[in-house]
């Protein structure tokens, strides 16, 4: 698939929004992917992950770990592809962590997945708790970049689509200072849940 292609199901999926967002990173973007709306479809998710799995089939991994909750299913859908078992880590106190029995070895090599990339610091911190374990780190890999090419993992680091959405830092945000409604579509410490009173 190309880049059209990808863009294409995300627009189908309903997944690229306009507008005035806060990432999960704190910057404001006036576009945003919502990987989950495509996600959802096993069909989707299998066509998407499989190309990406095939640039690591050579490492030998055992694992493929995301953060919560963006790369949970992403990671899954690798991992499936890959033949190895798929982690999450999740935040206790704020801090990045390994819960529900999960464990990796000294052993481990390990992919490290994430659905959209901007900043990358779910990332780091996910790399933290594995490099902590001992395991070692192979490779990142996101279904979406928007780093424009702004991250150093240390290790390779493979994306299916780049997306060039111009982010803002708060004080800086053109759309602020327009008075457009900011909403907060992501996953950490967000309060907009549909059917939520």
Do not use: W
């Not at 495509?38 to 995301?66: H, M, S, W, Y």
């Not at 192979?138 to 780093?147: E, K």
Request: proline fraction near 5%.
């Amino acid at each position: 698939m190309n880049q059209k292609e990808i863009l294409q199901i995300f627009q189908k999926a309903a997944a690229l929004l306009e507008g005035h967002f806060l990432l999960s990173s704190g910057l404001h973007s006036g576009q945003y992917l919502q990987c989950a709306l495509v996600l959802e479809n096993p069909q989707i998710a299998q066509k998407l992950c499989r190309p990406l799995a095939e640039n690591f089939k050579a490492d030998k991994l055992t694992a493929v770990i995301g953060p919560a909750m963006g790369g949970i299913i992403f990671s899954y859908e690798l991992a499936r592809a890959l033949g190895v078992r798929a982690l999450f880590t999740e935040r206790e106190a704020g801090k990045m962590c390994l819960r529900r029995g999960f464990k990796l070895l000294p052993e481990d090599k390990v992919l490290v997945a994430e659905d959209v990339i901007t900043t990358g610091g779910s990332v780091k911190e996910v790399i933290e708790v594995v490099t902590a374990s001992g395991a070692t780190v192979i490779a990142v890999c996101a279904l979406v970049d928007r780093s424009k090419g702004d991250v150093n993992f240390g290790v390779d680091f493979k994306s299916l689509i780049k997306i060039a959405a111009p982010t803002f830092r708060p004080e800086e945000c053109p759309l602020c200072k327009k008075k457009i409604p900011l909403v907060k579509p992501g996953s950490r410490d967000s309060s907009l849940c549909s059917g939520s009173s």
